[in-house]
């Protein structure tokens, strides 16, 4: 489809570049639910046939592997949900808990009605739907403030990390005077670590390991969490970022892009060269026109040259913050 669509849309070196180097957006609004259709089903028929939860088990093991594999080589993403996506599709799945705990509570009751027998599961069923309403709630709560909210100790693990960096720089040269004559800014751009983000003390003794077990929120810090969530094997190494990079991280992409490049498609008449040698003398600097490895044929079709992708005028780095 692509192929197809690019020989007749594509008209301009600038539009068959763009569709060559970009992948295929997720849709997360409609790629979310399906999945968490097929969760809250699994969890809703867990009480009735428990040997569900095993299919579903294999089959959402086997969907992971796959999705994994488009996300990190198939698939690209244009919107950022920060996390808040997944978030939600976490607390909808607690929609089949509800269902298979209420249809548990229908059961017991209707055979508590002929008999006493009943009553004990019904009971207990009642007390297990009222832990999982808390339960919601407490994760609510527990979500809702790492979705607006960075921990301060993130902050002191770049201290940390700048105070290792020093180590590597001649006396009388710290990491943050490089870094300022690097980038160009004054001091008053420079930021001060409160004592507040020192990370805090890993707990000690079985009740303290407990705790940080229970409420991880509370008594762990960013590394340790990241140590038990993200692990290792499963996370995509990324190049160390440049200074130009690490400035514009956080800058409206209006603030931190650069003028764009004119491309052209040269022709054998050489009217490419006086449209580019023209547009320099009426503009000047600031305006940048080239058309190099782009061409108009004999039958009249622009081409350009994809074997060599970094040679294009308009080629960019793709940073992953």
Known sequence: MTLVLGRILDKTPRKMYKRYVSLTGIGWGSYYPKYTNLGVIALAYSCIAPLVLGFATVGFALLY?????????????????KGRAYARALQQLTVGIY??????????AIGSSGSGVSAGPLVLMIIFAIGTVLWHIQLRSAMSRHLTSLPSDLLAEEHCDNNDEEKNYPTGQSHTDARKV????????????????????????????????????????????????????????????TQQELEAAYLHPALSAETPIIWLARDEYGLSQQEVQGCRRAVGEGLEVSDEDAWVDEK??????ERELRKAPIFEEDVRY
């Open 99 to 108: 269902l298979a705990e209420f249809c548990l509570i229908g059961l017991f």
């Open 300 to 305: 009249g079709n622009v081409n350009w040259n």
């Open 182 to 241: 690097d980038s160009g800014t004054s001091s008053g751009d420079e930021y001060q670590v409160p004592a507040s983000a020192d990370p805090p003390a890993p707990p000690t003794g079985f009740m303290g390991k407990l705790k940080e077990f229970l409420l991880p929120n509370r008594h762990a810090s960013a590394a340790v969490i990241s140590k038990y969530i993200l692990s290792p094997h499963l996370a995509n190494p990324v190049r160390p970022y």
């Open 65 to 81: 592997l796959a999705f994994r594999y488009n996300v990190l080589f198939t698939l690209g993403t244009q919107i950022d949900t």
